[in-house]
């Protein structure tokens, strides 16, 4: 991941990293991938938790405006939206 990262910097290319959220995230009930010998995929609730992430990486980073585009669902302690879907608004 590292060098992922500093690529990135190098060529100014937003970069997130997903683990954190995952080892959090798998805490809960909900399994968030295959548990297999050769089955180690997200879950449909694995890529909920990678599409959720992505949304809000992008909106922080300015990629996505947010004056087009919402998170609805839960919000954080600063009133931002993250949640299960991202909606176009009028």
Same mark, same amino acid.
């Given at each position: 991941?590292?060098? *992922?990262?500093?690529?990135?910097? +190098?060529?100014?290319? /937003?970069?997130?990293?997903?683990?954190?959220?995952?080892?959090?995230?798998?805490?809960?009930?909900?399994?968030?991938?295959?548990?297999?010998? *050769?089955? +180690?995929? /997200?879950?449909?609730?694995?890529?909920?938790?990678?599409?959720?992430?992505?949304?809000? *990486?992008?909106?922080?980073?300015?990629?996505? /405006?947010?004056?087009?585009?919402?998170?609805?669902?839960?919000? +954080?302690?600063?009133?931002?939206?993250?949640?299960?879907?991202?909606?176009? +608004?009028?």
């Amino acid at each position: 991941m590292n060098a *992922f990262r500093e690529l990135s910097i +190098t060529e100014g290319i /937003p970069f997130t990293e997903l683990s954190p959220v995952f080892i959090e995230k798998a805490k809960g009930q909900q399994p968030l991938y295959y548990d297999g010998k *050769f089955e +180690t995929h /997200p879950t449909p609730a694995g890529y909920r938790v990678i599409a959720e992430s992505v949304a809000q *990486f992008l909106v922080e980073q300015g990629v996505v /405006p947010r004056a087009k585009f919402h998170l609805e669902g839960r919000s +954080t302690a600063g009133g931002e939206a993250i949640g299960s879907r991202v909606c176009r +608004t009028q």
